[in-house]
C-alpha cells in the first residue's frame, strides 16, 4: 500500500533519502519516515497422523488450483497463534504440534508468508464461508494439485525434505 500523506499529522509526504534504504516517503513535519513493509501472513502444510495434507480451494484466490490453508497475522497475534487459529477457521481441525520452515515474499500483494508444517489428528472438517472445496490427500497426490512454481508448493517441497523425519 502506498502512503502519501502522514498518518500523524495528515500533510502531504515527500521522498528523502533515508540512509542506504533510498529515497522513502518522509513527513517533514513531524519528521517521520514511512517504509513500505509487507504485510505479514502464515502459510501452512496440514499434515495428519496417516500422512494426510489438506488442501483447499477458494474460489476468490483460483477456481482451479488447490493451496494450502494461509491468512493474515492480526494485530495483537504472533505468527504461531496465527497458524492456530487459521487451520481451526478453515477447517475445523487443532493444531497438535507446528514447525516452521521458511518465509516467502509474494510481490504482487507485498505479503511475506511464513511458512509451517502443522500436525493435526484426522477428523471430519467444518470448513469456513471462504473455502470452497477442502479434501485430505497422500503426500504423492498433494505434491501433484500444488501448482507448480507456486509458494504452497515450494513450503510443501521444503517441509517434506526438512522434516520427513517427523512423518
Given at each position: 500500500m502506498d502512503i502519501n500523506y502522514c498518518q500523524v499529522c495528515g500533510e502531504k509526504l515527500t521522498l528523502k533519502q533515508i540512509g542506504d534504504e533510498g529515497m522513502i516517503p518522509f513527513c517533514e513535519t513531524?519528521?517521520?519516515?514511512?517504509?513500505?513493509?509487507?504485510?505479514?501472513?502464515?502459510?501452512?502444510?496440514?499434515?495428519?497422523?496417516?500422512?494426510?495434507?489438506?488442501?483447499?480451494?477458494?474460489?476468490?484466490?483460483?477456481?482451479?488450483?488447490?493451496?494450502?490453508?494461509?491468512?493474515?497475522?492480526?494485530?495483537?497475534?504472533?505468527?504461531?497463534?496465527?497458524?492456530?487459529?487459521?487451520?481451526?477457521?478453515?477447517t475445523g481441525l487443532n493444531v497438535k504440534s507446528y514447525k516452521y520452515i521458511s518465509s516467502y515474499h509474494q510481490s504482487q500483494r507485498n505479503l511475506l508468508m511464513l511458512g509451517y508444517l502443522a500436525h493435526v489428528q484426522k477428523a471430519e472438517f467444518i470448513k469456513s464461508c471462504e473455502v470452497d472445496q477442502i479434501n485430505w490427500f497422500s503426500i504423492n497426490d498433494a505434491i501433484l494439485n500444488l501448482r507448480e512454481g507456486s509458494m504452497g508448493k515450494q513450503l510443501f517441497e521444503a517441509a517434506m525434505s526438512r522434516f520427513e523425519d517427523l512423518l
Open positions: 513531524c519528521q517521520k519516515p514511512y517504509f513500505k513493509s509487507p504485510a505479514p501472513c502464515v502459510l501452512v502444510v496440514v499434515i495428519n497422523e496417516y500422512n494426510e495434507v489438506v488442501l483447499l480451494k477458494q474460489d476468490y484466490v483460483s477456481k482451479t488450483h488447490w493451496g494450502l490453508i494461509a491468512g493474515f497475522i492480526t494485530e495483537g497475534e504472533n505468527a504461531e497463534d496465527t497458524v492456530i487459529r487459521e487451520v481451526k477457521e478453515e
